[in-house]
Structures are given as structure tokens and as C-alpha cells.
């Protein structure tokens, strides 16, 4: 299975794919659909097709499923863009400097932008410029009617301690995310304050980008984000297209990854880029000069239980949806049972507004959102007995600590 998604990734000639799909019983044949429509992979997937004249080996319900996935995600690029060449323009105004990042930087290194879709625009700003940008984006009348300002200079602090970017959604229903830093704040790595962050305001390019100047990241901090993000922000989680991302920036520049490694000196960041360079080079992805590199730098390199758990977090199928599935990780997880129960009955007056995004925040209103919240919180025990069966069929699926404990080992 994992064999016949490499070889899409990796573009190769189709022998594997067409010895080996024929081969799958209907449930392997299920779970590599899924894999591919979970990680956004259809144009890759086509085109692969395609070019090795093997469309006749895929099934027409799921050969469908893949061209609609695409021209969806094709039409919501086109719509991305569009907002970009337009937001841009108005932070430029204001006198902001934007950092893009993710997807509007990596689409440069496709040929051919339909390969490389985009889910949402991600931005960067410093911590003293997150306020205006949020506010600039609601008095600029772009934004859907139903997004209310829940953030001001009362909460803004506090919110960046917590979180580490302000969702807002436009009018025609594209998702912004305003990063105040690069790495995320969650329980897999303990980051108090982001050590790369900083360096991306000096170090970035200006680019063209469909008619207006805009600026992304360095290669190198460009890399250094995709693998970041990769193991720190996401646990792997649908991201196999971050395989085929590394394969094009490594086909298209000459990358030294000693350089890369070297950048950033903070341990549990090095920790992270290994692990992340470790998965790709198991699963074909070259890296030039990778066991020379893994030599020199061999302490923050993974051992083999914490190299097993990132791969099959990657190769895990998310399709069947469990109701409350992380609630339980969290209670049925010994390190974090109590915060959880603390959070299932007390959460933060704070977490409310972030959650529910209330603006003049009543008592009354306070008081409503608890209701909600804790209706949501009692309703995901309906979840429980569906996420025992699936933790029962899918032992080879680990909630276990060995990531996490790894990056943050002393």
C-alpha cells in the first residue's frame, strides 16, 4: 500500500501500480482511496495517471472523485489568488509587512499550479503588528458579514499566549490565518517563545505573484517551515503532500541540508527538522547528502520506536470519523487526564471568546457560550463506544507519548 502511494509521490513509471492494485482486496483497495482524497493528493494522483496511460487500472467512481476533488481545488486556488493580489495591497497601504507562507510559497516550485492546491492563506506578521492586521482586514470590508471582532488590544496579549494565529474568513468564504509566529503552541512540543520566527522578517524574498509583488520566505526558511510544520504543527496528520512539497523544492534548487540543520540551534527545533528529513528519507524522498548529514548531526536524530509512530501517524487513514476522537486521547492519556477533566468542566473565560469568537463579552453571553460548550463536551461522550471499536481494530494506531516525550526530552 504504501508502496503504490510512494510511487505516485515520487513520480514514478507505474510498475508498481500496476502489478500491485489489482492485488488489493476491496478494503486495501477503500484505504487507498481514501488516502489519496484525505491528503488532497488527486492532481498528483491524475497525473500520474495520465502520463503512464494506466487510467483504465482505477475504478470510475473514485476516477470521478478524484477529477471533482481537483477542479474543486483548482477553482479555490484561482480564488486564493485572487484575494492575495488583494489583501496584499491593502496591508502594503497600511504599512505592514506580510510574510506568506505554506502553500502561496510553495506553489512556485510546481510547474503547474492545479498540483499543488490551496486550502486557506497564511500569513506572518510580527507580534506588534498582528492587532492592526486583524483590525485593518475588518475595517477594509472584506470579510464575511458574520465575523465578528473578538480581539483587541485588552485580549490580543493574552491570545498570543495561547494561540498562535486569528482565523478570519472573507466573502467569498477563504480562510485567513494571521500568524503572529511560525511554530504552533500545542501539547506535542513545549515552545514558550518561537526561535525562528524573528529570522523570517530579515531573511525572505520579494517574488511576483500573479501581478503584485509579495514577499515569502528564504528557500531555507521555507524548508525549515514545511518540516516544522510537518512534525510539530500537524503530528503528520494528511500531509503526505508535504513528501511530494520536499521533493520539488530538492529536484529544484541544490539544498544543502547541513546548512539548513545548522540555521536555528534551538534543540527541540533541530530535534524536529530530523525527524521530519528522517521520514522523508525513509519513504524515497532524496536528500542530498542524507547519511552524512544524519551522521554529523546523529543526537537530535530520531530513534526507530519514534521514526515507527511518525510513519504511521503519515500513513494513517482519518476517514472514519470518531465524534470527541482527541477529547479521549486527552482522558484516556495519563499525562493529560487532568487538564482535560479541568477543561471539560472550567474552561477559561478566554477560551470562550477565542472559541466562539464573542465580541463584548457579557455575562450573559459568557454564560450562553458555557451552555454551548459543555453540551459540545457531554455530546462527544456519544463518541465513546465508536472510538473503543476503532481503537480495537486499529491497534497499530498508538496514542502514545514516544513523539512527543522524544522533542521534549531534556
Same mark, same amino acid.
Given at each position: ?13 507505474? #510498475? ?12 486495501? %483497495?477503500?484505504?487507498? @482511496? ?12 491524475? &497525473? ?28 479555490? #486556488?484561482? @480564488? ?76 490580543? &496579549? ?38 525562528? #520566527? ?173 451552555? %454551548? ?38
Amino acid at each position: 500500500m504504501r508502496n503504490l502511494i510512494l510511487e505516485i509521490i515520487n513520480e514514478g513509471y507505474g #510498475s508498481c501500480f500496476k502489478k500491485n492494485l489489482p492485488k488489493l482486496k476491496p478494503k486495501e %483497495r477503500d484505504y487507498f @482511496e481514501d488516502m489519496i482524497l484525505e491528503n488532497k493528493l488527486s492532481a498528483i494522483f491524475l &497525473d500520474f495517471l495520465y502520463r503512464n496511460k494506466i487510467i483504465d487500472l482505477v475504478n470510475k467512481p473514485f476516477f470521478e472523485r478524484c477529477i471533482f476533488q481537483k477542479n474543486r481545488f483548482q477553482m479555490h #486556488s484561482l @480564488e486564493i489568488i485572487k484575494e492575495v493580489r488583494l489583501i496584499n495591497g491593502v496591508f502594503e497601504s497600511k504599512g505592514l509587512t506580510p510574510i506568506y507562507l505554506k502553500g502561496i510559497a510553495m506553489q512556485r516550485e510546481y510547474e503547474d499550479i492545479a498540483l499543488r492546491p490551496l486550502v486557506d492563506i497564511d500569513i506572518l506578521f510580527k507580534k506588534s503588528e498582528l492587532l492592526k492586521a486583524y483590525e485593518i482586514l475588518h475595517k477594509s470590508n472584506l470579510l464575511a458579514a458574520d465575523q465578528e471582532r473578538y480581539i483587541d488590544k485588552n485580549n490580543i &496579549d493574552h491570545f498570543c499566549k495561547n494561540s498562535h494565529h486569528i482565523e478570519v474568513k472573507t466573502k467569498n468564504n477563504i480562510s485567513i490565518e494571521l500568524h503572529h509566529r511560525v511554530t504552533s503552541i500545542n501539547d506535542r512540543i513545549k515552545l514558550v517563545n518561537c526561535p525562528i #520566527s524573528s529570522d523570517f522578517f530579515i531573511d525572505f524574498r520579494t517574488v511576483n505573484y500573479y501581478g503584485s509583488n509579495i514577499n515569502i520566505p528564504s528557500i531555507e526558511n521555507m524548508i525549515i517551515h514545511q518540516l516544522c510544520h510537518f512534525s510539530i504543527n500537524t503530528d503528520f496528520k494528511n500531509l503526505l503532500r508535504t513528501l511530494t512539497d520536499i521533493k520539488r523544492v530538492a529536484n529544484n534548487h541544490d539544498i544543502e541540508w547541513h546548512e539548513i540543520l545548522f540555521k536555528y540551534k534551538n534543540t527541540k527545533i533541530r530535534r524536529s527538522l530530523c525527524l521530519s528529513l528522517d521520514l522523508m528519507h525513509l519513504n524515497k524522498i532524496f536528500i542530498k547528502d542524507f547519511y552524512e548529514v544524519r551522521d554529523r548531526f546523529q543526537e537530535f536524530f530520531p530513534n526507530q520506536e519514534v521514526l515507527n509512530a511518525a510513519q504511521v501517524k503519515l500513513f494513517h487513514s482519518y476517514n472514519e470519523k470518531i465524534i470527541g476522537e482527541a477529547f479521549f486521547v486527552r482522558f484516556f492519556n495519563r499525562d493529560s487526564f487532568i487538564d482535560a477533566f479541568k477543561t471539560f468542566v472550567f474552561p477559561k473565560k478566554e477560551t470562550l471568546i477565542y472559541r466562539f469568537k464573542i465580541n463584548n463579552p457579557t455575562n450573559y453571553k459568557l454564560f450562553k457560550m458555557y451552555m %454551548r460548550y459543555f453540551y459540545e463536551q457531554v455530546f462527544k461522550i456519544a463518541g465513546l463506544p465508536s472510538f473503543l471499536i476503532f481503537r480495537f481494530k486499529n491497534k497499530n494506531v498508538k496514542y502514545n507519548n514516544s513523539i512527543q516525550n522524544w522533542l521534549n526530552k531534556d
